[in-house]
């Protein structure tokens, strides 16, 4: 639940830990604490565990921040065979070729996580791909590269029996694995196949070399992933490396696989030659930034280059736009530089950008954008929408429904120019709109104060409590126990499995418990497209409490605590570590929290100075009577 934005300012729940990834501490560590410290996770970690009001300590540290085992000197430590490149080198893919690369990035990806060898820490596993690749490359029968990749298992060393024996446990299973491929002798032969079903059936219990639970959470940790930072680009065998160690974690570790709304068996077909191929390094990371979006993980993008992705440049128009009845509307100036818009008004309508048509600028930038739905990829392409090289632009509007073109300067980016829109109300965290209605905006508010906010709301009829933005603190059960009179469930949650990947199973809930003081009037809770992961786990939260509503549009549809993992070239990536769902077990990823009372912006509202949201909001509280234009 954590915002990958946030994490790149340092500002939200996601804390370093000291080597490259991340131990993502959110909103479930409430929820979950008492399950995990019964569990042999916990046991990553060594010295006292405690708990002090909202933290944990372990050696009187945060739990992030406490020292994790580490083992001793690995084979990464030792193998430098590839250290300088991948020896790989492709021209061109033939259709065989690309079946046979089919091929071998399941079968590696399958034992990352199934052999032995592997699992246990003792391959270098990244570079045994470049052992094998350039013989895959050389089969120009299906049958020889097959062949080729039976020999390579075996020179992995025999697979013992296992004692004991993983088992698929089936009483709260969400997600089987999917491994209906390895019995396919049609594609594999009957010595692959074979060879790959044994390998399955004496699998280890709970061990991985690659991947981890966190203590808590339990959200995958993929600790032993290089970066490969200096590697130089073009590389074939790298570019490889990096597609299929990110279909494969899809495959085997992202709780969402079912929802990807995706063949992704024919998305590695695709992406083999587009990724293989890549000439240089920009077109190595706009490839990947297509294939991330093919996940439709909000949480999923090449974080890492954002400045690579369309459109780029190092100026932009002082304004900032947003997604309003399909169209991208100016919404308003960047602070400090009204006087730079040189005529742009907020509600224009954004018809042409240097003389094309803003909607075939989309449809070509849209694959470059992660995002669970659409409303989500749209709202992040109006932040770069008017991105370019500085100097002048031609840009047409359409205002008062007249069409009018402006050359305009683009002015240079400053720090901030790009943060999210948030759609809340300016000024305090907490207001009173009126006697009768109280006001409360997440992305300034403070957990310490949860119970100052219901106090000074006490004998009102009405509390607004607006999530369009990120909340600024995790105040899901700080403010949400004063928020219930009786305890209620709001969330269940699903985790992967080390002896099954590719198995995700149901847990524990969370739940909310009434504390004083009690807030005992009408609660309205505001939502759109900006409401991401924490925020609409916290809205799944609020919603809970007795006679709350949603009011707004569809949000983005990304819950769960991220997992954060590199891709070769030093690039970083992210995913839903976790499932996030009702508790009837009916979903939120890519659908988003669907409100109540659906509500959106209009272009007329907003040349007007409205918020059509916030004023819906008020009428639910003190009836229809109330007038447009009142939402202060």
């Known amino acids: 639940m954590n915002d990958p934005q946030r994490q790149e300012n340092g500002q939200g729940l996601c804390f370093p830990s000291g080597k490259n990834y991340c131990v993502a501490i959110s909103g479930l560590l409430l929820a979950l604490v008492c399950v995990a410290i019964a569990t042999p996770a916990i046991a990553q970690y060594t010295g006292r565990l405690q708990s002090t009001g909202l933290q944990l300590l372990l050696d009187s540290k945060r739990l992030w921040q406490a020292p994790k085992a580490e083992p001793a000197e690995s084979v990464l430590d030792s193998d430098h065979q590839f250290d300088n490149g991948s020896g790989v080198a492709i021209d061109k893919l033939t259709t065989i070729q690309i079946a046979n690369l089919v091929t071998l990035g399941k079968v590696w990806g399958f034992l990352t996580y199934h052999h032995p060898q592997v699992t246990s820490g003792h391959r270098h596993w990244d570079y045994d791909l470049f052992?094998?690749?350039p013989t895959i490359l050389r089969a120009r029968k299906r049958a020889r590269a097959n062949a080729a990749m039976v020999k390579w298992i075996k020179g992995l060393g025999p697979v013992a029996r296992c004692n004991p024996c993983a088992s698929l446990d089936e009483t709260a299973l969400q997600i089987s694995p999917d491994l209906r491929w390895i019995r396919d002798e049609a594609r594999l032969g009957k010595d692959l196949s074979g060879t790959l079903r044994r390998i399955h059936d004496n699998r280890l219990v709970h061990t991985q070399f690659y991947v981890s639970l966190g203590a808590v959470v339990r959200n995958p940790f993929f600790d032993h992933e290089l970066e490969y930072s200096g590697v130089k680009l073009p590389d074939a065998g790298f570019q490889l490396l990096a597609l299929y160690r990110f279909w494969n974690i899809i495959e085997y570790w992202s709780p969402y696989r079912d929802v990807l709304g995706e063949d992704w068996g024919s998305v590695l077909a695709e992406f083999i030659p587009k990724i293989a191929l890549a000439k240089d390094r920009e077109d190595y990371e706009r490839q990947l930034m297509i294939l991330?979006?093919?996940a439709h993980d909000g949480h999923a993008s090449l974080r890492s280059s954002v400045q690579a992705r369309p459109p780029v440049g190092s100026c932009h128009l002082p304004v900032r736009l947003r997604f309003v009845e399909g169209l991208p509307v100016v919404y308003q100036y960047v602070p400090g530089e009204e006087e730079s818009a040189q005529g742009l008004k907020v509600g224009d309508i954004i018809t042409k950008l240097d003389g094309v048509p803003v909607a075939r600028l989309i449809e070509k930038w849209l694959p470059y954008y992660s995002g669970s739905n659409e409303s989500a990829q749209l709202r992040e392409i109006a932040r770069l929408m008017t991105r370019g090289e500085c100097g002048d632009s031609t840009v047409s509007v359409r205002r008062d429904r007249q069409d009018i073109s402006l050359t305009l300067e683009r002015v240079p980016l400053r720090a901030g120019d790009l943060e999210r829109l948030w759609h809340d109300m300016p000024g305090e965290t907490f207001q009173m709109l009126s006697d009768q209605v109280a006001y409360l905006k997440l992305s300034s508010v403070r957990a310490d104060l949860a119970a100052q906010y219901i106090d000074r709301a006490a004998g009102t009829r009405g509390l607004i409590i607006d999530i369009r933005n990120y909340p600024s603190e995790f105040v899901v059960f700080a403010l949400g126990s004063l928020l219930v009179d009786h305890q209620v469930f709001f969330a269940r949650f699903t985790n992967g499995d080390l002896s099954n990947p590719g198995a995700f199973h149901w847990t524990a809930g969370a739940s909310l418990s009434p504390q004083k003081p009690h807030y005992a009037g009408k609660i309205?809770?505001?939502v759109d497209e900006t409401t991401l992961s924490?925020?609409?786990?916290?809205?799944?939260?609020?919603?809970?409490a007795p006679g709350a509503l949603v009011v707004g549009s569809t949000t983005s549809g990304a819950d769960g605590n991220v997992s954060q993992f590199a891709l070769p070239g030093g690039l970083n990536t992210m995913i839903?570590?976790?499932?996030?769902?009702?508790?009837?077990?009916?979903?939120?990823?890519?659908?988003?929290?669907?409100?109540?009372?659906?509500?959106?912006p209009t272009i007329e509202g907003i040349r007007a100075g409205r918020d059509e949201v916030l004023e819906e909001a008020l009428r639910q509280v003190l009836g229809r009577g109330v007038s447009e234009g009142r939402s202060n």
């Open 292 to 294: 991330i979006a093919r």
């Open 131 to 133: 052992r094998v690749l």
């Open 576 to 600: 839903s570590g976790i499932g996030v769902f009702y508790p009837d077990k009916s979903p939120t990823q890519r659908l988003g929290i669907i409100p109540d009372v659906e509500v959106k």
């Open 524 to 526: 309205v809770i505001l």
């Open 534 to 544: 924490q925020g609409e786990y916290t809205t799944m939260a609020f919603r809970a």
